[in-house]
């Protein structure tokens, strides 16, 4: 069993940024693949980030190349979402999110039925 806990959301203004985090309990979680989603008000929950155990894979949603970056410290626990030159539609929940398999396959990181554990999201607003 995995617990994961996100933190550093807020408010800030366009073109601003914020980092995310996502403390993870348990002595396994340097196997597990980690991911970022986000729900927007009346919006399904879509892909952010994802990551495989060892850091040697990353991957993006188009609209996040460039502007976020995630990475993790299997020391620590932990991974981070660093956001930069933020949006005002990048306000969301975001939520963190771990899958049991240690790499992605294909295109699986983008799917959220693989991942088995969720955190329960941090509130990101972005004001124009």
């Known amino acids: 069993q995995v617990q994961l806990v996100e933190s550093g959301g807020g408010l800030v203004q366009a073109g601003g940024s914020l980092r995310l985090s996502c403390a993870a309990s348990?002595?396994?979680?340097?196997?597990?693949?980690m991911g970022w989603f986000r729900q927007a008000p009346g919006k399904e929950r879509d892909f952010v980030a994802a990551?495989?155990?060892?850091?040697?894979?990353?991957y993006y949603a188009d609209s996040m190349k460039g502007r976020f970056t995630i990475s993790r410290d299997n020391a620590k626990n932990t991974v981070y979402l660093q956001m930069n030159s933020l949006k005002p539609e990048d306000t969301a929940v975001y939520y963190c999110a771990a899958s049991r398999a240690p790499i992605f396959y294909g295109g699986s990181y983008q799917y959220s039925a693989n991942y088995a554990y969720w955190g329960q999201g941090t509130q990101v607003t972005v004001s124009s």
């Open positions: 990551v495989n155990w060892s850091s040697g894979s990353t």
């Open positions: 348990g002595r396994t979680f340097s196997t597990y693949a």
